[in-house]
């Protein structure tokens, strides 16, 4: 095809024209660049040459402030601003470190509750990327169908810490709040509520033929270049790559609960295509309602902070810890210096290791593609550019 | 209608833009109405109320307000368009749309213009909404609304072809381009209506001429040229206030003239479905808006419900499928004919 491309077009009287790529401009301002991301688009009538993302519109420094915080949990309110839609899962890879950097254990009954929010928080997040996603390829109904379902999960968490996005929940060594009176019941009405309306996505959006016609075979990512390029979370899985950090390497208390790793199996086209990524997520929704449901039920009383001092002053020394976030594989690490400060933090974020695979598996395909492969690695701009 | 007003009026200039003028009673306070309508069937289906506030009832004045709104908003040209065709385009756009009501009878007694070459005419008329996009989309002197506007111009010319061809099926049974005459011919209880005859033909023709007729009025599933996750608003981005209202005035122009088409050729027109129950020229205008309004409805629902396609899919629907199917029903009712 690049033949075809640059080839000089004849006219009649065998004057050749002169045919060259154009290049436009998507976001930052744009509607389905998820936030702030701008993309480069050098084009060739509807099909895109190459693509180059440029980020770092919503840089902020976190990694930089954490050091000048006065204690380690101040820290703590910075990582919910990476991802704003999975706040509870940033806030859960930092504490975690810092608590292998302090060599504690919390209560059983914080590990159970840090779980359930962990996996709320995912259904949460997983809803905006699948519903944005029907966003990008036309689709307007399921997007506000599956808010509606997650403002249950926000008005969850809101009686449990009283903030509905950015919660500062999750504390070293414990948790702001004890769950309210009525919350396990609560979250188990909304277990019991959320798993039919599964297959009412499927229904509306999954299944539908437009719907498999704009994402089978579009974005194609090998299980060999995901893995060359770091992707991890959802992208990796999509590809056909059984890796989920819950089971494989796992933390907190993961390893206590049975559910299944879910990967793309190439259903309606190839492994490692848009549907598969989106597909993935619609099936972690319900795998994590399977490991909520076990957590309500084991749930035991009990103390919801650690005896720790007000200010922790770890002693010297380095940590790297990684969960599994909405996105993927969020890393953290966490130097000390023996005061009260961390001296250095960094994020490894998935949607930025992500993100870098775009140009890749964009070229080729024509800019509707783009804007539906954009969609699907389901990036947050807070958390590419920190 | 049109002698009677000859003689009201004695003179024949003034009867005729008065005639002309008439089927804007309809289209202004429809496009209103359907810009309401079409916020409340989506809130509808996706569990949400829609507006509810102005006016009291069910924000039933919430469009009013927003062309009041649009009318005070100030006018935008972008500083490098090209300023003649950025303030003609709308115009040209909303001409095209309104002009194929000029040959629509909206009943026994009233048709803008009773001419013989009547749907040949609708058809070649509605194009004339291509060139306006095209004006819209190249003056604005932006890549996305120029991307829109050669979107739009593949499209809608590709989309004649197969609804076209689906028309033609009538007509070879009708013997007419009349769209008066189409319309007599299927008086009576709705099983005279042509959707129903040579079954299953002129049924499929019907559904070709609905699908491609979504195409040309660049709705959902076939939204492309202003399609907004990927176009931001096509060809009308660059457009502010009145001139904006006059693309959104033309598109539900549009909307209905594609139905009305539909209904008079398939469904009878101002006919009554029941024989001679509530029969009549008065009765037949409100035959004839219903039948239209019904499919205006069903075009929303299919937004509401459906994605987009791509752009090479939606060519390929075109001219691997629509126009392939649209004469086979051509054949299939000329063999009926002979037989």
Known sequence: ?386 | MEQPLKDLLSNDVLAYVIMAFIPLLWIVPYALFAVWLERKVSAHMQDRLGPMRVGGWHGWAQTIADILKLVQKEDIVPSAADKKLHFLSPWVVFIGSYAAFAAIPFSSAYVGSNINLGLFYVIAVSTLVVVGILMAGWSSNNKWSLFGAMRSAAQIVSYEIPTALALLAVVMIAGTLNLQEINQQQTGWFWHWYIFKKFPFVFVAFIIYFVASLAETNRTPFDLPEAESELVAGYHTEYSGMKFALFFLAEYANMFAVSAIGATLFLGGWNSPFGDFLGGPIWGVFWFLSKGMFFVVVQMWLRWTLPRLRVDQLMYVSWKVLTPWAFVCILGVGFWMMM
């Not at chain 1, 950015?166 to 702001?176: D, E, M, P, T």
Request: charged share 25%.
């Open chain 1, 1 to 386: 095809m690049s033949d075809l491309l640059t080839a000089p077009v004849k006219t009649s009287t065998g004057r050749s024209l002169r045919s060259e790529e154009m290049i436009i401009n998507m976001g930052p301002q744009h509607p389905s660049t998820h936030g702030v991301l701008r993309l480069e688009l050098v084009v060739d009538g509807e099909i895109v040459v190459d693509v180059i993302p440029h980020i770092g519109y919503l840089h902020r420094c976190f990694e930089k402030h954490s050091e000048h915080m006065t204690n380690y949990q101040q820290v703590i309110p910075y990582c919910d601003r990476m991802d704003y839609v999975a706040a509870m899962n940033m806030e859960m890879g930092y504490v975690v470190a810092v608590e292998k950097l302090l060599g504690i254990q919390v209560p059983e009954r914080v590990e159970y509750i840090r779980v359930i929010m962990n996996e709320l928080q995912r259904i949460a997040s997983h809803l905006i990327a699948a519903g944005t996603y029907g966003l990008d390829v036309g689709a307007f109904t399921p997007f506000l169908y599956m808010f509606r379902d997650r403002e249950r999960i926000l008005d969850l968490f809101e009686t449990t810490c009283g903030a509905r996005l950015l919660y500062n929940y999750i504390w070293v060594g414990g948790l702001s709040h004890d769950l309210p009176p009525g919350f396990i019941d609560k979250a188990k009405a909304f277990c019991n509520y959320f798993r039919p309306k599964i297959k009412e996505y499927n229904d509306l959006l999954t299944f539908n033929e437009i719907f498999i016609k704009r994402t089978a075979n579009v974005g194609v990512l090998p299980a060999d270049v995901a893995i060359a390029y770091g992707c991890s979370g959802p992208m990796l899985r999509g590809s056909g790559v059984d890796w989920d950090l819950r089971r494989d390497d796992p933390y907190s208390i993961y390893d206590r609960f049975s559910w299944e790793v879910q990967i793309g199996k190439g259903e309606v086209g190839t492994a490692g295509d848009c549907w598969d990524r989106y597909m993935v997520r619609i099936r972690e929704m319900e795998q994590s309602l399977n490991i909520i449901e076990q957590a309500l039920a084991q749930i035991p009383e009990g103390d919801i902070a650690s005896a720790i001092p007000r200010r922790i002053r770890p002693n010297a020394g380095e940590v790297y810890v990684r969960t599994e976030s909405a996105r993927g594989e969020l890393g953290f690490y966490v130097v000390s210096d023996g005061s009260a400060t961390p001296y250095r933090v960094k994020a490894r974020s998935p949607s930025f290791v992500n993100l870098s695979v775009l140009p890749e598996i964009c070229r080729g395909s024509m800019i509707a593609d783009v804007v539906a492969i954009t969609g699907s690695t389901d990036i947050v701009l807070g958390e590419v550019d920190r």
